[in-house]
């Protein structure tokens, strides 16, 4: 499918919105099928220095996660105290995620001093901007479309990617362990996120923005993934 044949935009979409987020993920996973290391982990051509590359490019914004997750946090008042807590609570379990991904880069052969000195890429950049931008605003629900791409890219793709890695390039589970944790780890996140999504709380205003947020999540993270090592 090339750009031109995509569906339309999910915004536009009609129905529940577990079926516009639907829409939304149908949509990442093709733009996904577009980024180049992905294309040559699926061909069999990738590197250890494509691998090394990525842990490096998502480092970045690992760090970012649990703090832009935190202030979402701070920023729901009572009336929203169970997105509140369970904001919290996420953000404590991600805190120290980016540990994982930095031995796994020393596992393979890359310097933790350079790694720890490493810039976000224009799409790391891009993304975690718009997130402390969006997880600023009162009552910040449409958050929730953040975590719907992120979540799931754990939940749907990290094994996945994490066993190709391996097969192509003889890689240990010790090496690929941020890829085969966040496998079991965000399927639980999803989980508690269906739930939400599902939930009294949303309404219809609050589904349009979650699907937006969702949306332009989406295509970030797909610019990030492409944009590696571009300042």
């Known amino acids: 499918m090339t750009t031109t044949d995509r569906p339309s935009s999910p915004d536009t979409a009609t129905g529940t919105l577990p079926e516009r987020l639907a829409s939304v993920w149908a949509e990442f996973e093709e733009r996904l099928t577009e980024v180049p290391i992905l294309r040559r982990l699926q061909d069999g051509?990738?590197?250890?220095?494509?691998?090394?590359?990525?842990?490096?490019?998502?480092?970045?914004?690992?760090v970012d996660g649990s703090l832009w997750i935190a202030r979402a946090a701070s920023n729901f008042d009572m009336d929203h105290f169970d997105l509140r807590s369970a904001a919290m609570h996420h953000a404590v379990e991600e805190h120290r995620d980016h540990l994982?991904?930095?031995?796994?880069?020393?596992?393979?052969?890359?310097?933790?001093?350079?790694?720890?000195?490493?810039?976000?890429?224009?799409?790391?950049?891009?993304?975690?901007?718009?997130?402390?931008?969006?997880?600023?605003?009162?009552?910040?629900?449409?958050?929730?479309?953040?975590?719907?791409?992120?979540?799931?890219?754990?939940?749907?793709?990290?094994?996945?990617?994490?066993e190709r890695f391996q097969e192509v390039l003889g890689l240990a589970d010790n090496q690929v362990h941020f890829m085969r944790y966040h496998q079991e780890a965000d399927e639980n996140h999803t989980g508690k996120l269906d739930a939400i999504l599902t939930g009294d709380l949303i309404d219809d205003s609050a589904a349009d923005a979650i699907v937006t947020c969702a949306t332009v999540v989406a295509r970030l993270y797909a610019m990030q993934l492409t944009e590696l090592d571009r300042y």
């Open 45 to 62: 051509e990738v590197t250890l220095d494509d691998y090394q590359r990525l842990l490096h490019n998502l480092r970045q914004q690992v």
């Open 100 to 162: 994982l991904l930095e031995r796994d880069f020393v596992a393979v052969g890359g310097s933790r001093e350079g790694l720890l000195a490493g810039r976000k890429n224009i799409g790391s950049e891009a993304l975690s901007g718009y997130m402390f931008h969006r997880s600023s605003q009162p009552n910040p629900i449409d958050c929730l479309g953040a975590m719907f791409i992120i979540e799931g890219l754990g939940a749907r793709k990290a094994l996945e990617w994490a």
